[in-house]
């Protein structure tokens, strides 16, 4: 019989990095989507008996944009102030699913069947992941994040002071 | 005909069926290990059922991504457990309740690889922000911020799983690895470097369109 439960956590945050390395990055994000999926697993095997099921939903932070270094002035005039510039494509430049974003709907194992162990949740979760992935090229991200970064790119070089801008 | 044939009409086919079960039980187990694809009781992998990725939100975002911190970390953790159990024999002999404390050790360790991204967001910039005089331009930039830090499931792998430790206290460490290469990422100069990239790429991109000399001053 359980009658009290002292429950302590330890966590050792001080232990040594594997490894760490600091990069250079020039990405300018011009959308950011909040996108959710819910991951239903029924595991059923021929030779077992009872079900085992999870239902668990994630949510997924999303951004995309342009490679700001690749942004090209093809023409420039200084007297009329008028301006050309080569938009690259744009491109996903993260996908970010938090673990506290990660929740458990419901878990159903029966008697005869093992629970879920924590190694199989996680793999359960890199297939919602790989499943969102897959679907980010039919939500139209990209298009959209090419539309925002034009937009950005107009308003800023006329706070800049020219006049005539042209986008390619 | 051997003794055990004398003794046992018979069991000499028995024996040869027996003999032969065994030969394709073992060799069916050595091909198995060889092909898992023979393996009758190999696992079906899981399989996610068909739902849709539903776009909660959408916003239009203006961050200017300069740097990159890459970090391995390692989140060791140990839980001890202290139960009250009833000992039942000595309950029996004092015909009364006899408790005592249970412990148990559980510790889990996850290693996770992740990056943490940062830059100046310049969705709030403003025209008074820039001051233009003749081929001067001066520019003011919120100063560098950590947008995201991201340790995807796939980023993560569990080392050690040892006693009880639900799927929610699992997340609470992941997310702790999360929170360790943010910290790690700040404590290296992950924000200055950030801010010295925006320099040079702000210099740089207000150098070609005319401007000879640029200042940008990070607020």
Known sequence: MVSSILFSCQNKLDKSTIESRLQNLQDLGTVEYTLSKVLSIDDEQWYTVGERKVLMSIKANLKAGVDFSQLEILSFDDKSKSIEVKMPESKIILLDIPPNKVKYELVHVDLLRDEFTNEEMNQIQVLGEKAIREKISDLGILEEAHKNAKGFVESWLKMLGMKKIKIS | ?219
């Open chain 2, 1 to 219: 005909m051997g003794l055990l044939g004398k003794l046992f009409p018979g069991s000499g086919l028995i024996i040869k069926i027996a003999t032969y079960t065994v030969i394709v039980v073992v060799g069916y187990i050595i091909l198995a290990s060889f092909f898992p694809d023979l393996n009758v009781f190999k696992r079906k992998e899981f399989n996610l059922k068909n739902t849709a990725v539903i776009i909660e939100e959408s916003k239009n975002i203006a961050e200017l991504f300069s740097a990159t911190y890459y970090a391995e970390v390692v989140v060791d953790t140990t839980k001890v457990l202290i139960e009250e159990k009833v000992d039942v024999m000595s309950s029996l002999i004092n015909l009364e309740e006899v408790d005592y404390n249970d412990s148990s050790i559980h510790e889990f360790v996850l290693i996770g690889h992740g990056h943490s991204y940062a830059g100046n967001n310049l969705q709030s910039l403003k025209k008074e922000d820039i001051t233009i005089q003749d081929s001067l331009c001066i520019i003011k930039l919120p100063t560098a911020t950590v947008f995201n830090t991201v340790i995807n499931p796939s980023d993560f792998d569990i080392f050690i799983d040892e006693g009880n430790w639900s799927p929610e206290e699992v997340q609470t460490l992941k997310q702790l690895a999360v929170e360790k290469i943010k910290a790690q990422a700040i404590n290296d100069g992950l924000l200055e470097k950030a801010n010295k990239r925006t320099l040079k790429l702000m210099t740089d991109f207000i150098k070609s369109i005319g401007f000879k000399k640029v200042k940008v001053e990070f607020i």
